[in-house]
């Protein structure tokens, strides 16, 4: 069974500093990952996602993350954190067979310091 | 365009009491999922309908959850004897049906249940 472990509940970090949030993921073959960000009353929305190829995905406002098959990581990071970044971060697992449901993880919450 | 609409944005029930919580996809996606995202739990799947396929129900805690799909287009997910343990945020997604990956799920804003 496919599963996601995002270890970090909460993380606070100020602005304009470097983010790094953490995902482990198992699963069974080569998975789909994705990360989703979900803002004070907003609906999920989709910040990058990988299946093979370059191991390093860029996404959406700024965000990369890095897919290392050896240590079963898929973490997110940002440079420079922004105070609109505040928000919660889901790490995802998904399949390409008949189940398309995604696995997520428990979330990190994320906290922007002025 | 329109995303993916859901009704009521709150419900609080008395326990005991039937339930409806309504999805309205983005139009022409032809895969639609619930999700449940309770406090510190991340998100849970409950069923997911692709086109005129039997749905996947596996995700579905017991068998007072059920939903329905009319149509291929709005899904009505129902809890009957509602029980506090219930109390959550129930997501609606859709998607073009092809892999999560290619056919990236649109998630609404959510249904945030109640119950006393």
């Known amino acids: 069974a496919q599963s996601v472990t995002q270890p970090d509940i909460h993380i606070t970090v100020s602005e304009g500093a470097s983010l790094e949030l953490r995902c482990n993921y198992s699963?069974?073959?080569?998975?789909?990952l994705f990360w989703y960000v979900q803002s004070p009353g907003q609906g999920l929305q989709l910040l990058l996602k990988?299946?093979?190829?370059?191991?390093l995905v860029q996404g959406i406002k700024g965000f990369e993350a890095e897919f290392k098959r050896s240590q079963s990581s898929f973490n997110l990071r940002k440079p420079s954190v922004h105070w609109s970044d505040a928000a919660e971060y889901f790490c995802?697992?998904?399949?390409?067979?008949?189940?398309?449901?995604?696995?997520f993880g428990s979330g990190t919450q994320l906290t922007v310091l002025p | 365009g329109a995303g993916v609409s859901q009704s009521p944005s709150n419900k609080v029930t008395e326990k005991g009491k039937d339930v409806e919580l309504r999805c309205d996809p983005i139009?022409?996606?032809?895969?639609l999922y619930w999700y449940r995202q309770s406090l510190g739990q991340g998100l849970e799947f409950l069923i997911y309908?692709?086109?005129?396929?039997?749905?996947?129900k596996s995700g579905l805690p017991s068998d007072r959850f059920s939903a329905e799909r009319t149509g291929g287009s709005v899904s009505t997910l129902t809890i009957q004897r509602t029980q506090q343990e219930d109390s959550a945020v129930y997501l609606c997604?859709?998607?073009?049906?092809?892999?999560?990956?290619?056919?990236?799920?649109?998630f609404g804003n959510g249904t945030r249940l109640t119950v006393t």
């Open positions: 990988y299946f093979s190829g370059d191991t």
């Open positions: 997604a859709s998607s073009g049906g092809g892999t999560p990956y290619n056919s990236p799920l649109h």
């Open positions: 139009s022409g996606h032809t895969a």
């Open positions: 309908f692709q086109g005129n396929s039997a749905p996947d």
């Open positions: 995802a697992v998904g399949g390409s067979g008949s189940a398309r449901q995604l696995t």
């Open positions: 699963y069974g073959a080569t998975p789909y």
